[in-house]
């Protein structure tokens, strides 16, 4: 059994302990909310006795093994290197930081801490995305990866009245960009590894935050295009083309629907069947770290994570430049 504590409350906490319940290894002991009056609500809701407003004495706690961090960006690194100083695991919500600084900061405190440190990126953890990678070699050489995560934010709506929230507050390590960007550049590395030249541009919202954009990347014979946006909607596939087929892959973070398609028409199903609370992936990937005493997940690997910030941090400068 590994006792968890949660910090945050929002729904992205709500979906994460869905999941968990499919693993009864997990153990909801406390929760953290900057006010009593919402830790106590988040508790109630999930029958939980210890509450705490105070980070330092959440990490101080004897009875807690583990913390699931789902803050804003910006508190990602520092919360998570409290948590690890503490000897707490970390599972920590995507991106791993806003920056590749702060990342390495928290891969580095883990190592010292000798504890497990975890991205939850839970598309490369899909059960079909390990399909995709399967049959990637059927599809040939790969000219073109085409990812797009384009969703339309509710918080939008508030911006254009002028209510701005933290997903469209400056300073906050967040935009469209890591977001959402990053469920296009994860898979791209973990594929691919990393490319050779870089390119990015974005639209700036009146915050200063970027609400869309695009980056475009280059490796030995092959493009790569991430589109990313706040502001807008598509319903089309992310696409894998290789000279002999390729690939569509619906919704990126649940790697929906992947279909093998090749040139002379035939087409293959890559999808299997998958737990409808989806975070239990991640969840699973992180306790069985755990307990193989291993130093880090061998799928979301603490220098995949750090890759992708390194893009985000190159493509960030540039949008940022312009």
Same mark, same amino acid.
């Not at 961090?69 to 100083?85: D, G, K, T, V």
């Not at 089309?236 to 892959?249: F, T, V």
């Not at 919704?251 to 090749?262: A, G, I, N, R």
């Given at each position: 059994?590994?006792?968890?504590?949660?910090?945050?409350?929002?729904?992205?906490?709500?979906?994460?302990?869905?999941?968990?319940?499919?693993?009864?290894?997990?153990?909801?002991?406390?929760?953290?909310?900057?006010?009593?009056?919402?830790?106590?609500?988040?508790?109630?809701?999930?029958?939980?006795?210890?509450?705490?407003?105070?980070?330092?004495?959440?990490?101080?706690?004897?009875?807690?093994?583990?913390?699931?961090?789902?803050?804003?960006?910006?508190?990602?690194?520092?919360?998570?290197?409290?948590?690890?100083?503490?000897?707490?695991?970390?599972?920590?919500?995507?991106?791993?930081?806003?920056?590749?600084?702060?990342?390495?900061?928290?891969?580095?405190?883990?190592?010292?801490?000798?504890?497990?440190?975890?991205?939850?990126?839970?598309?490369?953890?899909?059960?079909?995305?390990?399909?995709?990678?399967?049959?990637?070699?059927?599809?040939?050489?790969?000219?073109?990866?085409?990812?797009?995560?384009?969703?339309?934010?509710?918080?939008?709506?508030?911006?254009?009245?002028?209510?701005?929230?933290?997903?469209?507050?400056?300073?906050? $390590?967040?935009?469209? &960009?890591?977001? /959402?960007?990053?469920?296009?550049?994860?898979? =791209? %590395?973990?594929?691919? !590894?990393?490319?050779?030249?870089?390119?990015?541009?974005?639209?700036?919202?009146?915050?200063?935050?970027?609400?869309?954009?695009?980056?475009?990347?280059?490796?030995?014979?092959?493009?790569?295009?991430?589109?990313?946006?706040?502001?807008?909607?598509?319903?089309?596939?992310?696409?894998?083309?290789?000279?002999? $087929?390729?690939?569509? &892959?619906?919704? /990126?973070?649940?790697?929906?629907?992947?279909? =093998? %398609?090749?040139?002379? !028409?035939?087409?293959?199903?890559?999808?299997?069947?998958?737990?409808?609370?989806?975070?239990?992936?991640?969840?699973?990937?992180?306790?069985?770290?755990?307990?193989?005493?291993?130093?880090?997940?061998?799928?979301?690997?603490?220098?995949?994570?750090?890759?992708?910030?390194?893009?985000?941090?190159?493509?960030?400068?540039?949008?940022?430049?312009?």
């Amino acid at each position: 059994m590994i006792r968890f504590a949660t910090i945050g409350s929002n729904v992205i906490v709500d979906s994460f302990l869905k999941g968990a319940a499919h693993d009864s290894r997990f153990q909801l002991q406390a929760v953290y909310s900057r006010t009593q009056e919402r830790a106590a609500e988040f508790a109630d809701k999930y029958g939980v006795k210890h509450t705490y407003t105070s980070l330092e004495a959440l990490a101080a706690d004897p009875h807690l093994d583990a913390v699931y961090i789902a803050s804003p960006n910006c508190f990602h690194a520092p919360q998570a290197i409290l948590m690890m100083e503490h000897g707490k695991h970390v599972l920590c919500e995507k991106p791993l930081a806003p920056s590749f600084a702060e990342g390495k900061a928290m891969t580095e405190a883990a190592r010292r801490s000798g504890v497990v440190l975890m991205e939850a990126m839970k598309t490369t953890l899909m059960p079909n995305f390990f399909r995709v990678k399967e049959a990637l070699p059927q599809i040939g050489t790969v000219r073109r990866f085409f990812a797009q995560f384009c969703q339309y934010s509710s918080r939008y709506d508030n911006l254009k009245k002028g209510i701005v929230s933290n997903a469209f507050r400056a300073g906050m $390590g967040n935009g469209a &960009l890591r977001d /959402l960007g990053v469920y296009g550049l994860a898979p =791209l %590395v973990h594929l691919f !590894g990393m490319p050779g030249q870089l390119q990015a541009s974005a639209t700036l919202l009146s915050t200063g935050v970027d609400g869309q954009g695009t980056v475009l990347m280059t490796y030995p014979g092959m493009e790569a295009v991430v589109e990313f946006s706040k502001v807008s909607d598509s319903f089309l596939p992310s696409e894998i083309q290789g000279e002999n $087929g390729r690939i569509l &892959l619906g919704k /990126l973070s649940t790697v929906k629907d992947p279909v =093998l %398609v090749m040139r002379d !028409g035939t087409t293959t199903d890559l999808s299997v069947p998958t737990i409808a609370d989806d975070m239990y992936y991640e969840l699973k990937e992180f306790i069985d770290v755990i307990e193989s005493g291993a130093a880090e997940s061998a799928v979301n690997t603490h220098q995949r994570s750090l890759d992708v910030l390194e893009l985000v941090d190159k493509a960030g400068k540039i949008i940022q430049s312009k």
